[in-house]
């Protein structure tokens, strides 16, 4: 026992006195965090907004004017039609387009109801969300002013249609998207680098000409990051809920225990990668561009799986990182409990078994 | 360029006078003065940490020298850098040709820098391959080479533009002792057409081979003569020992 | 008693089967000072990674302790201390740290082996706060031998200690390891360097795989067949090309300030250096030594290999 937390002692000084790594591993999850979280949150301010007035009458009028004066919007072009809009959109520069019906207030006026159509382009889902969002509460403004003094309430009901993103997945999801990727980079990369690195130095030599069981020289390895990875778990929490103002809605405790056993998948990926390498070198590559590539494309926090092709969405499945993704979302965001999720968290204890099985399997106790 | 000449009428190939690097408070080579001449195989000594390396760097025209002249085949140190690497080759052990490259592209990769033309590069790589009897593996990979050969064909390329002054750090270190006497007997040949050679080295018997020898201790020059007259100087057998009694008293030698 | 028995043990690499290691054997006595001579790529390494269990073997086998190397890997592998080619220590640890992570993970302390390593951790105690990476070779050098004998080891491999360590240090590590010998401990130990060579008890010369001699250095010396003697003149590569012209000559080389010629021992001492210094005189060289002198193992090994080259030929 005491060979064993020897061993940890020292794998603690080696991360410890390497300030570098000691930046990546803690600097990475706030910078991450604080990028996802503020830099790509886009403050709507004059944006193109283009209008296409079907019924121009005494209500879309005032609705119009309400827009132009609103600092949020400016409206670049005032097109007859629905077509017209398409146009303009393909175009580029507008993101956003508002359409009233030919029979807008007559609607509104003779049935109470009436519909408008806001459409986004919503290839930047935040962006979209955001505009609609504006565009939406200018509406609910000029409907409250019309309800002061009416019996029956008047309704403008936006149908809002997101363009080329209908479901407009990923937006405001990205912290358990960074969780994923942050555990996925300090769990498999740190873990096969600094195997590597003593089998590069000579020192696994050593180890090797020694009584301690080989299998222990690499478990020994694994606890320290299990460590860093839960400290950043809690930072990437910590973070979350008092900068972002994004609440935790289920169980923490689930999500610490769901979390570390994604760690645990990434440890036994991370001891495989160092397994079947022999340079810190090809250890980094095989981390970076078949671990974290994968995981920022197929764990749907970036880009929705759904509409991938299908093979593309087979392969998803295979990325650890997409289930605890799924698992993290479902508890944090949803506040949902193990019932909802003891699927995915069925899989991620399959992916880990098979890993350790097949390091194991390759496992050597000889140099070559 | 004129000819530099000393007191006996032998040209000066390398000439250093109070040369001095200085990084802050730490002096690494601190007054170094030495003449070489030419065709002379001269053997630059001292441990790790010694000051060999800082004091070639300056004689290469890679490190501009805090004080003192130096002049390298009649080239300034200070101002002339440029003309000092056309007439200097030079060769490490550790970094020479390149491993995933065949051997005639080695060759014409280096000869190409030194801007020989086509015909004159056909020509010398044609001679030089026949010179080491590698016709046969002249389109091989340097990587599938033996060590001996690597390094024997590292040398004809380091002179391969014919330079007046062939630098060479630790040239033969780990070859075993055939291949080494092959290697020395190019330098020999090398040094015979009137090619200055200056090796710096920490290995002891390769010293035994130059005509002359250097030894720093500390920045400083602490000896300098023919190892015959070392070895005399000291009542010693080899220059192993002449340099573990200077090397002894070393501060800041590897020790 | 015999420590380590080694019987037609082979290694080979790569895809066409090239021997690094090629049916090599001999035995080491208990508490012997053993030395493997060879350049780089003589197979010295791969001999020391198959003795300590961490390399199979392609072929034939090898004992240590009369445990065996495949099998046993587990006893020989709490019984030996190995220091591999490069200082293989913790950069980012202290000295203290190295080694007491070391002593832990054979299962000892630091204070139970001390008397062991006294002599040689005095030398670097003074600076056991400061990390290894930041050490001299030859304190590297005295601090990897510290945490290979940490143990207690009965056999210690010690692959190239001296490699790349300047003159001062190499000369100390002998004289720690001729300490240690005293102490009843088997060392097997492999250099490049020819001079160090007679400091061995007893010495395998290699090349290619291949063991070219293995006797004492005294004994390897004493069986070299030519005479040999020192020539020297005031121009070495003319001096050079002429004892290579010259009928008698065995073997010629370079050898420091001299070349080296081997001729026949039938030819008579005073004789042969005569005859071979009238003819390097009619050649036009000048400043003409030539005087008898003794072989050394590099002599022996330059001979052998020479040998070991024409048979291959033929």
Known sequence: MTQFTTFIKKEFYHVLRDRKTLLILFGMPVVQILIFGFALTNEVKNSKIVIADEAKDEVSTAIIRKIEASRYFEIEKAVANRQQIETVFKEGKVKVALLFPANFSKDLLHQNKAQVQILADATDPNHATALTNYLSSILQDYQSELNENQAIPYRIVPETRMLYNPQLKGAHNFVPGVMALVLMLVCVMMTAISIVKEKETGTMEVLLVSPFKPVLVILSKAIPYLILSLVNVGSILLLSVFVLDLPINGSLPLLLAESTLFIITCLTLGIFISIKTASQQTAMLISLMGMLLPTMLFSGFMFPIENMPIPLQVISNIIPAKWYYLIVKDIMIKGLGFEAIWKETLILVGITLFLFAISLKSFKIRLA | ?255 | ?314
């Open chain 2, 1 to 255: 360029m004129e000819n530099h000449k000393n007191g006996r009428g032998e040209e000066v190939s390398i000439r250093a006078d109070k040369l001095t690097k200085q990084y802050g408070d730490f002096i690494a080579a601190n007054a170094i003065s030495f003449e070489v001449y030419k065709g002379e195989i001269f053997g630059f000594l001292g441990a790790n940490g010694a000051g060999k390396t800082t004091a070639m760097r300056m004689l290469c025209g890679l490190s501009t020298p805090s004080s003192g002249s130096a002049t390298i085949a009649g080239f300034d140190v200070y101002k002339e850098t440029e003309e000092i690497k056309k007439n200097i080759g030079y060769m490490s052990q550790k970094f020479s040709l390149y491993e995933d490259l065949t051997i005639l592209e080695n060759i014409r990769f280096y000869g190409g820098i030194y801007g020989l033309s086509r015909g004159e590069l056909r020509e010398k790589s044609a001679a030089l391959i026949a010179r080491l009897g590698l016709q046969g593996e002249a389109n091989k990979l340097v990587a599938s080479l033996p060590l001996g050969w690597k390094q024997k064909l590292a040398f004809s390329v380091a002179v391969l533009h014919q330079p007046r002054i062939v630098f060479l750090d630790e040239p033969t270190g780990g070859v075993d002792p055939v291949t080494r006497r092959q290697f020395w007997d190019l330098i020999y040949q090398a040094a015979d057409q009137g090619v200055t050679i200056f090796v710096t080295t920490h290995y002891m018997d390769e010293a035994e081979y130059c005509n002359r020898i250097s030894i720093m201790v500390d920045g400083s020059i602490a000896a300098l003569d023919t190892p015959h007259r070392l070895k005399q100087q000291f009542g010693v057998a080899s220059m192993d020992e002449v340099f573990y009694q200077l090397a002894r008293e070393a501060k800041r030698a590897d020790g």
């Open chain 3, 1 to 314: 008693m015999q420590t380590i028995t080694l019987n037609g043990l082979t290694k080979v690499y790569g895809k066409e089967k090239i021997p690094a290691v090629n049916e090599v054997s001999f035995s080491v006595d208990q508490g012997e000072l053993f030395g493997l001579i060879g350049p780089d790529g003589a197979g010295k390494t791969s001999i020391f990674r198959m003795l300590t269990t961490v390399l199979l073997p392609d072929g034939g086998g090898a004992t240590v302790n009369g445990f065996d190397v495949v099998k046993d890997y587990r006893q020989i592998r709490s019984s030996v201390g190995y220091m591999p080619g490069k200082f293989s220590l913790y950069p980012d640890l202290s000295i203290e740290e190295n080694l007491s992570f070391f002593a832990t993970v054979f299962n000892t302390t630091i204070e139970e082996n001390y008397h062991l390593i006294r002599d040689i951790y005095v030398q670097i105690e003074p600076f056991k706060k400061r990390r290894a990476g930041k050490l001299s070779g030859g304190m590297k050098q005295k601090l990897a031998l510290c945490c290979a004998l940490i143990h207690k080891p009965t056999v210690l491999f010690l692959d190239e200690p001296t490699t790349g360590v300047d003159p001062v240090s190499r000369k100390e590590f002998w004289e720690m390891l001729k300490r240690l010998k005293a102490q009843n401990i088997t060392i097997v130990v492999s250099t490049p360097y020819m001079d160090e060579a007679a400091l061995c008890d007893r010495i395998a010369l290699m090349q290619d795989g291949k063991i070219l001699s293995i006797d004492t250095p005294a004994n390897i010396v004493s069986a070299y067949p030519d005479q040999l003697f020192a020539v020297k003149a005031d121009r070495m590569y003319a001096l050079l090309s002429a004892v290579a012209r010259y009928d008698n000559t065995i073997n010629s080389y370079a050898f420091g300030e001299y070349a080296h010629v081997s001729l026949p021992a039938a030819l008579g001492q005073e004789a042969a250096g005569a005859a071979l210094k009238n003819w390097l005189a009619q050649t036009g060289l000048e400043a003409l030594e030539v005087f008898p002198t003794e072989p050394t193992i590099e002599d022996c090994f330059i001979k052998l290999t020479m040998d070991h080259l024409a048979s291959a030929k033929n």
